[in-house]
């Protein structure tokens, strides 16, 4: 881990996986470590924005010595398995469309980070033999509830917006609502599963 000033109340703690940004996160957040205001994972960093008063101190010391635990937040989001690139996802994959659906709909995921727009959640957990690259050419229009997939990560998107993601479905759930507390369905460290309809 490397740490870096980013303005008088932040700090940025870069990480060389996932795994790791992922640990940092949850034990920082659930540590309620003195002075810290938010903590902001994305794919290698930590964001930890402080008052003022935080001891730096405290973000080196090992993940497993301070962690204190979280109450699990788990949401399971309905799924109509219709979308777009199914058909082409499966024949990428070397799978039938019911193998991409069982596949996808099986597996246990988790928010990673939130990016891209408000309610964008990045889910780790999608099964290997789905893992495919961004198409390309992107979308000048995906309609919003699509639930996706790109490399190692699944999503939904929370409005419509321009995208590159191979679409499966869609899903009403509403990801990002800000009159909600918190305004995001899925904040990092939940869990979320899919369930076709």
Not at 8 to 14: H, I, Q, T
Not at 77 to 89: I, T
Request: overall charge negative.
């Amino acid at each position: 881990m490397k740490l870096l000033a980013y303005g008088p109340l932040a700090v940025l703690a870069e990480f060389e996986t996932l795994a790791d940004v992922m640990s940092a996160a949850e034990t920082w957040s659930a540590a309620a470590l003195p002075g810290v205001v938010d903590v902001v994972p994305a794919a290698r960093t930590v964001l930890v924005i402080h008052d003022g008063s935080l001891d730096v101190g405290n973000l080196i010391t090992p993940a497993e010595t301070i962690h204190v635990g979280c109450a699990e937040h788990s949401v399971t989001l309905q799924v109509v398995y219709d979308g777009a690139d199914l058909e082409g996802v499966a024949q990428a994959c070397g799978l039938t469309v019911r193998a991409v659906v069982d596949l996808h709909s099986a597996a246990d995921y988790t928010v990673a980070f939130c990016g891209f727009m408000p309610g964008f959640a990045y889910l780790v957990g999608l099964p290997p033999p789905l893992h495919l690259p961004r198409h390309n050419t992107p979308r000048t229009r995906v309609p919003a509830g699509s639930v996706a997939i790109a490399a190692e990560f699944a999503g939904v998107y929370p409005r419509e917006s321009p995208g590159g993601w191979h679409l499966l479905g869609h899903t009403d759930a509403v990801l990002w609502d800000s009159d909600r507390t918190p305004p995001a369905l899925l904040p990092p460290g939940t869990r979320v599963r899919f369930r076709p309809t």
